[in-house]
Nanobody, 123 residues
């Protein structure tokens, strides 16, 4: 059983930065693709970024050049560094783990989810 716990959300002004963390149990990173998703009120859960089992990072177009996903295996922690934040980045952010053979952007491919952390960007 994989357990994921996010932290690091908060209120920030536009143009600011936040770093989200996702603490994972067990040998999660060696067995799963690890992703970040976000969900704004009234909207679907959207893909933000993923780091595959082969340590390759992929980003949604909205995140490219501003967000960076990384893993610290020694700390069993997944990170999402978010810079140049915009009001449209406001959402609940979730980390997720996928045991699928190939990583994907579809939330249904992810088997385990954290509880989410709120990010609010003020204009």
């Amino acid at each position: 059983q994989v357990q994921l716990v996010e932290s690091g959300g908060g209120l920030v002004q536009a143009g600011g930065s936040l770093r989200l963390s996702c603490a994972a149990s067990g040998r999660t990173f060696s067995n799963h693709h690890m992703g970040w998703f976000r969900q704004a009120p009234g909207k679907e859960r959207d893909f933000v970024a993923v780091i595959s089992r082969s340590d390759i990072a992929y980003y949604a177009d909205s995140a490219k050049g501003r967000f960076s996903i990384s893993i610290d295996s020694a700390k069993s922690t997944l990170y999402l560094q978010m810079n140049s934040l915009k009001p449209e980045d406001t959402a609940v952010y979730y980390c997720a783990a996928s045991g699928s053979l190939v990583w994907g952007r579809d939330p249904s491919r992810y088997d385990y989810w954290g509880q989410g952390t709120q990010v609010t960007v003020s204009s």
